[in-house]
């Protein structure tokens, strides 16, 4: 990975850092409503997925597969979201988010819906432990 990564401040303010994988760091949104987790490449300077090599490409795709499997252990879900927009925050970071029809903005998008609610710390606690328990499973 390059030595100059830095974690775009914004993502910094709005996450809790899960694990680090082999190309990513990998988030989980602070926001309680939704299964919400964000993939990071440690590549500095990269805006785009084409800007990956090749094998990055891939390996960031098996990632992505990574924390949908995080994802299911904290419940089911009915439709997985996999995105990456960088309208607002350029540095290249993919969501992978667990929707529900039961959640507050299905079936559009989370994306400006509403203010994030943040975990609090027991709830914070108990989702990182269980996705960092699916991870190593």
Same mark, same amino acid.
């Given at each position: 990975?390059?030595?100059?990564?830095?974690?775009?401040?914004?993502?910094?303010? &709005?996450?809790?850092?899960? @694990?680090?994988?082999? %190309?990513?760091? *990998?988030?989980?949104? =602070?926001?309680?409503?939704? +299964?919400? #987790?964000?993939?990071?490449?440690?590549?500095?300077?990269?805006?785009?997925?084409?800007?990956?090599?090749?094998?990055?490409?891939?390996?960031?795709? &098996?990632?992505?597969?990574? @924390?949908?499997?995080? %994802?299911?252990? *904290?419940?089911?879900? =009915?439709?997985?979201?996999? +995105?990456? #927009?960088?309208?607002?925050?350029?540095?290249?970071?993919?969501?992978?988010?667990?929707?529900?029809?039961?959640?507050?903005?299905?079936?559009?998008?989370?994306?400006?819906?509403? @203010?994030?609610?943040?975990?609090?710390?027991?709830?914070?606690?108990?989702?990182?432990?269980?996705?960092?328990?699916?991870?190593?499973?």
């Amino acid at each position: 990975m390059t030595s100059s990564f830095a974690l775009d401040p914004r993502l910094q303010a &709005d996450t809790h850092t899960v @694990a680090e994988l082999p %190309l990513s760091r *990998l988030l989980l949104m =602070d926001d309680w409503r939704y +299964g919400w #987790l964000i993939l990071v490449p440690r590549q500095a300077d990269v805006r785009e997925l084409t800007e990956l090599a090749r094998a990055d490409q891939h390996q960031l795709l &098996d990632e992505i597969a990574l @924390a949908a499997r995080a %994802l299911a252990a *904290l419940g089911s879900f =009915d439709k997985l979201n996999v +995105g990456a #927009l960088g309208n607002l925050v350029e540095q290249l970071h993919v969501h992978v988010i667990a929707r529900r029809r039961d959640d507050p903005a299905w079936p559009g998008p989370v994306w400006g819906h509403s @203010a994030r609610v943040g975990h609090d710390a027991d709830a914070l606690a108990s989702r990182l432990q269980q996705l960092r328990d699916a991870l190593a499973s």
